[in-house]
């Protein structure tokens, strides 16, 4: 065919499982250390105080509006422990971060779901939140990659002055905006990030909290007193010192996104305006696309089991070039074959008496 070398088939068993369902970020710029050097390291329980201080300073604000965690996670669990529990009620979007109302299930709080199908819905969500005791908002949203805007976030901070306004993120090294210096000041509003996405240090499960000084103290005091490894803490305070392979990667998902954007609806499907490093999207025969690229070694999220999104796939932004040529292939190979192969030995048809006329056509 003409197009032979675009649709060439990308299953290489010696290069594993594109993990693209997991939503994992940059290479670090250098090895991780081993742990036979650090023994005190390895034998004393953590201080995070140094971590907490270098993010702080990062971030502009004080050490004491800090709080670090066992990734973005247990951040979110803390507030949930904190602020929710019997008798309370979380709100949030619908669909959204899935450990969100899962935590505040866990801690006993009533879930009311707002569902954000087309326009973000304020007015709902004002409405809904009014009495609440934390208001959950995931800015770039997992699993759409889509953003509210800063000037609702700051309207459902001062309108619901009594709820807890968490506001996920996650994904903000990715998007246009970042809110947090614009809301890490307000007295109800715990900004929650991580180092697991673009900074692509999951493995180590570090996240942390910006609140105000009596919220993030309250944060520290539930939850593990020690989430996070010595390791981990050194590792990360070692990135902070070189970020600048975050931006050169958040380059690429950019590219890359919208790329994939375009593939995605040059395909028949109907993707999400994203700004993280994922790309959610409406595709036909979504189960069977899930499971056709999974053949060809692509590992994408199906979403299709949760309310709402029966037809929904979330794919992820491989940030390298190799990476993301197998994926295109392999979208390419799955929902526009140059041809399809058809196995004609008495299986589809009886063509006992026509074989070879059968082949022919």
Not at 137 to 153: C, Q, Y
Not at 183 to 191: A, E, F, Q, R, Y
Not at 302 to 328: H, I, Y
Not at 332 to 341: H, N
Request: proline share 7%.
């Amino acid at each position: 065919p003409r197009e032979s070398a675009r649709y060439a088939a990308p299953l290489d068993p010696s290069k594993g499982t594109l993990r693209l369902h997991c939503n994992e970020g940059a290479h670090p710029p250098f090895e991780l250390p081993p742990i036979a050097p650090a023994r005190d390291m390895a034998r004393r329980y953590p201080s995070l105080v140094e971590l907490r201080g270098e993010i702080a300073s990062r971030i502009g604000c004080d050490a004491a509006e800090v709080v670090v965690g066992a990734g973005a996670d247990d951040v979110i669990d803390r507030v949930m422990r904190a602020y929710g529990g019997a008798g309370r009620r979380v709100v949030s979007l619908d669909p959204t971060f899935e450990m969100i109302p899962n935590y505040a299930i866990e801690s006993g709080a009533e879930v009311t779901r707002v569902a954000w199908q087309g326009a973000f819905p304020l007015a709902e969500i004002l409405d809904t939140g009014r009495g609440a005791d934390v208001l959950a908002l995931v800015t770039p949203d997992n699993p759409t990659g889509r953003v509210i805007a800063l000037a609702d976030v700051l309207r459902c901070a001062s309108e619901l002055p009594h709820t807890i306004v968490l506001l996920d993120h996650a994904y903000v090294e990715y998007a246009a905006d970042d809110y947090t210096d614009a809301v890490s000041s307000l007295p109800n509003v715990v900004v929650v990030r991580t180092f697991s996405k673009a900074w692509g240090l999951a493995g180590l499960r570090v996240g942390y909290g910006i609140a105000a000084a009596p919220v993030a103290e309250r944060l520290r005091g539930v939850g593990s007193p020690n989430p996070v490894s010595a390791l981990s803490a050194e590792v990360v305070r070692r990135c902070l010192r070189e970020p600048s392979y975050v931006a050169e990667h958040v380059r690429c998902v950019a590219s890359q996104r919208t790329r994939l954007t375009a593939l995605i609806r040059e395909l028949g499907g109907t993707p999400w305006d994203s700004q993280a490093n994922i790309v959610g999207a409406r595709m036909p025969r979504a189960v069977f696309v899930h499971r056709a690229l999974a053949t060809q070694g692509v590992a994408v999220r199906d979403l299709t089991s949760r309310a709402g999104l029966s037809d929904a796939l979330r794919l992820g932004c491989p940030g390298d070039d190799a990476g993301f040529e197998r994926l295109c292939v392999a979208l390419r190979t799955k929902l526009a074959p140059v041809a399809l192969l058809f196995d004609m030995d008495g299986v589809l048809a009886d063509v006992r008496a026509s074989y070879r006329v059968a082949i022919v056509r």
